[in-house]
């Protein structure tokens, strides 16, 4: 059974930062494109960073250096740091899992910036 796991969305001021990190299991990690998606209320849920199994970063345009994804094979995790935190990253963060055709989701974590 494939399980993605998010962790550490939080209530954070503007300008903070956090740390989102998910956990995988039940699939060869290392051989899977893994991404963060958000959806915030209202919205169309959107990418926001991929990273490939050869460690390949890409970006949604709203990022702008602020987010860095990584990965580690080894515990089969994938980790979203963000920093320079605004109003407007308020959002369930989702994990996803994607290899040709098959893809996974996590169930989301939220992220909410508030002063």
């Known amino acids: 059974q494939v399980q993605l796991v998010e962790s550490g969305g939080d209530l954070v001021q503007p300008g903070g930062s956090l740390r989102l990190s998910c956990t995988a299991s039940?699939?060869?990690?290392?051989?899977?494109?893994m991404a963060w998606y958000r959806q915030a209320p209202g919205k169309q849920r959107e990418l926001v960073a991929t990273?490939?199994?050869?460690?390949?970063?890409n970006y949604g345009d709203f990022v702008k250096g602020r987010f860095t994804i990584s990965r580690d094979n080894a515990k089969k995790m994938v980790y979203l740091q963000m920093n320079s935190l605004k109003l407007e990253d308020t959002a369930v963060y989702y994990c996803?899992?994607?290899?040709?055709?098959?893809?996974?989701w996590g169930q989301g974590t939220q992220v909410t910036v508030s002063s």
């Open positions: 990273i490939t199994r050869s460690d390949a970063a």
């Open positions: 039940g699939i060869s990690f290392h051989w899977y494109t």
């Open positions: 996803k899992a994607e290899l040709f055709s098959a893809y996974y």
